[in-house]
């Protein structure tokens, strides 16, 4: 539908343009300015024509509407909150009348540099060039093109395979193509590195340049060449001021403008942000102008996000908008306009907001840890006297209920610190309260069914409305770190997991035999499609939850368990998400996951690869400061409650268990798909320590419960005296 107006606004445009009806739009009334009374100088379009060819309106022949074009303006650097109608006026006027969306450019590192964002446009595929982090290179002339200089590195050395695909696929189709900038020529390069229509600045462009290719990409990097510092971005997050800031924008839109007034009517243009300018990501523009586009959210299906869009998108929604077949081997999918409503102040807010979450998230997690060992040393101290069991008891429930805030924050509105922890406190107290103040309080297991009900119920029921929850979470993920932008995250898995297991043993101590072992199967599987379905797209996690599940089913059957079935188990939980991803295979490339991108990844031999780099993540995990004491410091008293029960915890641990087979049955389970979740999630160490942050506490305080119920009920002196006298 939208490619037949494009088609029409076209034909209307060239039927109007024969008729000498159609001419260039000016500029803004903010981007125009006044000569001066001594000075006549060209205004508007015949303004910025000349400053891109270098010459006069009455030189240029007339310009028309071509046939369909696509111009891609890239500006690495530009966020929304440069964006101005003072500052920048043509940019602002062309978000105006485009649909936009925050750009997320993450590529293979935690920063993306302009020479890894134009090489991840031209392969189609999160690359990076392997050394150093700066400007692309510059071509060499070569005629009306241009070379690379050892381009062939990138694909035989960098292991940048897909590196050309873009220009290999125009070359294919007869596609004419023209690059403007460096960063353009690296994006319409071939696989041997050859553009074949370039110009190193705008200044050498010449009358008809733009009506000879459906294709024009333009490199601006006025905004981030600032801040390059030997040809690399800086290690510090902001070393502009914002005066001089506002000015490298100024250049940038000077540059961006003088384009969009030359381009033929009817083109759609493309802008993006790109990269970043220092050391901490952020979410950059995407806008599109296209008919029917302005005033829309723009964003794509490789996302699942109606306002959020990746690097490689641009690549295939450049072939998709000229009609040239998108190669298999591109993972991005064409940009969409969504809804409408998109404002340029919800940009900048949305970026704002990710900031806000990811300045906090170190601290965040450094003083959960720090909590967690707190807690275990005063559990430690106070169960051995066996002084403060209630005390001990409110505080493991207070402790099990704080992973779930950071989700359910997300169902209020917040952008500042005070915001999102004001809000996170509020849930945590309404939890904590329903949990040790409703009638099932005085029930060994009912805190522990509240709290790990709470949290397996959000988590599901955010994976059934498009994980808005999960989203900007502590817990969850950020589009700005570009590790996931919908689905199940790697510790929402744990904590969906382990929440899961431990409702469902509740539900069979409460109703044990059949429809305890029931609940366990059938609520464990149905969370399991969950996570490993097209609504959570969670690889590891179907991996872990299979185990999991079984070994719980057997502990609570008495049944033994063996190493060998523990394998066949994570082989049946392995061979049940490969089903998983060959179906998603089989759909359109447009509608898969990375699920099904996996066993294409496979099948071309690049799944090595994926996880061997997965691999290296997983084994950096043990070594986080934040991550690890919470794993070390819950297993050892977990196994010292165990083996010691009368010196490390008055016998809470056993008392537990005798109350609860189905308890310890789901406790096991638990370590089990922690562990496997551990070694089979890039996010490691994170993954195992989250799902004993919520089951030790709440295996506390049921422990706990059982003991403070026995003291409440065992008869007193007078009780006793009086049965030995009858």
Not at 311 to 317: H, R, S, V
Not at 343 to 358: F, H, K, L, P, V
Not at 539 to 553: E, L, Q, W
Not at 560 to 581: E, H, N, W, Y
């Amino acid at each position: 539908m939208r490619r037949a107006l494009i088609v029409l606004a076209v034909l209307a445009g060239q039927l109007l343009a024969g008729q000498g009806l159609l001419t260039a739009a000016a500029p803004p009334a903010a981007a125009r300015t006044t000569a001066g009374p001594q000075e006549a100088t060209p205004t508007g379009a015949d303004a910025n024509r000349q400053a891109l060819t270098g010459t006069t309106a009455q030189q240029q022949a007339p310009t028309g509407a071509a046939a369909q074009r696509v111009a891609l303006i890239g500006v690495p650097a530009l966020h929304w909150h440069d964006l101005d109608p003072a500052v920048t006026p043509h940019l602002w006027a062309l978000a105006g009348s485009s649909a936009i969306g925050s750009l997320s450019v993450r590529t293979v590192g935690n920063v993306t540099c302009p020479y890894d964002g134009w090489l991840t446009v031209s392969a189609g595929a999160r690359s990076a060039a392997g050394y150093g982090c700066g400007a692309p290179p510059a071509p060499e002339q070569q005629g009306e093109g241009a070379i690379i200089p050892d381009y062939r590195y990138l694909i035989d050395v960098a292991g940048n395979r897909e590196a050309g695909n873009l220009g290999e696929a125009l070359k294919a189709a007869g596609q004419c193509s023209l690059a403007i900038g460096p960063g353009a020529a690296l994006a319409l390069a071939d696989r041997e590195g050859r553009i074949p229509r370039y110009h190193a600045s705008p200044a050498q462009l010449a009358a008809g340049d733009l009506e000879r290719c459906r294709l024009i990409v333009m490199d601006v990097d006025d905004l981030v060449s600032p801040y390059l510092t030997g040809d690399r971005l800086p290690a510090t997050p902001e070393q502009l001021a914002p005066a001089r800031r506002r000015e490298a924008a100024r250049l940038a839109d000077a540059k961006a403008g003088a384009l969009l007034a030359a381009l033929p009517a009817g083109t759609t243009v493309l802008l993006a942000g790109l990269s970043d300018h220092g050391s901490v990501p952020h979410l950059r523009v995407a806008a599109m102008r296209a008919p029917g586009a302005e005033g829309r959210l723009l964003g794509a299906a490789s996302t699942r996000r109606d306002d959020i869009s990746i690097l490689p998108d641009l690549t295939a929604t450049v072939l998709t908008e000229l009609g040239v077949p998108v190669p298999a081997t591109v993972v991005g999918v064409p940009m969409r306009a969504g809804e409408g409503g998109a404002t340029i102040e919800a940009m900048a807010r949305a970026d704002a907001t990710a900031q806000t979450m990811r300045s906090a998230k170190g601290q965040y997690f450094t003083a959960l840890a720090v909590l967690q060992v707190l807690f275990y040393v005063l559990a430690f101290v106070l169960l051995r006297r066996r002084r403060r069991l209630p005390l001990v008891r409110v505080a493991a429930v207070g402790l099990a209920a704080l992973p779930v805030t950071t989700f359910l924050v997300n169902l209020l509105p917040w952008s500042t610190h005070l915001e999102l922890f004001g809000w996170m406190v509020a849930w945590w107290a309404v939890i904590v309260a329903l949990a040790l103040g409703g009638p099932w309080r005085r029930r060994p297991l009912g805190p522990l069914a509240v709290v790990a009900g709470v949290t397996a119920l959000t988590l599901a029921g955010d994976l059934l409305t498009g994980t808005t929850l999960q989203l900007n979470s502590f817990m969850g993920y950020s589009a700005e770190q570009g590790a996931r932008y919908f689905g199940l995250g790697n510790i929402p898995f744990a904590l969906f997991a382990t929440g899961t297991l431990l409702t469902t043993t509740a539900i069979a101590h409460r109703w044990p035999g059949r429809v305890g072992l029931a609940a366990i199967v059938g609520l464990g599987a149905g969370a399991m499609v969950l996570g490993g379905s097209g609504l959570g797209s969670d690889f590891g996690g179907v991996i872990a939850f299979v185990p999991g599940i079984a070994v719980t089913a057997l502990v609570l059957t008495g049944k033994r368990v063996s190493l060998v079935k523990l394998g066949l188990f994570c082989v049946a939980g392995g061979v049940i998400v490969m089903t998983f991803a060959w179906l998603n295979y089989l759909k359109p490339p447009n509608e898969q996951t990375h699920l099904g991108r996996f066993v294409g990844q496979v099948l071309t031999g690049e799944a090595f690869d994926v996880i061997w780099r997965k691999l290296q993540a997983m084994l950096a995990t043990l070594l986080s400061p934040n991550l690890m004491p919470i794993v070390i410091v819950a297993v050892a008293f977990l196994v010292y409650a165990i083996l010691r029960p009368d010196q490390a915890s008055a016998g809470v641990v056993p008392a537990a268990f005798e109350h609860s087979p189905a308890l310890r049955a789901g406790l096991i389970g638990t370590m089990v798909a922690g562990v496997v979740g551990m070694l089979v999630n890039d996010s490691g160490a994170a993954v195992l320590s989250m799902a004993l942050a919520l089951a030790v506490p709440l295996l506390l305080a049921t422990g706990i419960g059982v003991l403070v119920r026995r003291e409440e009920s065992a008869p007193g002196v007078g009780e006793q005296l009086a049965g030995v006298a009858k």
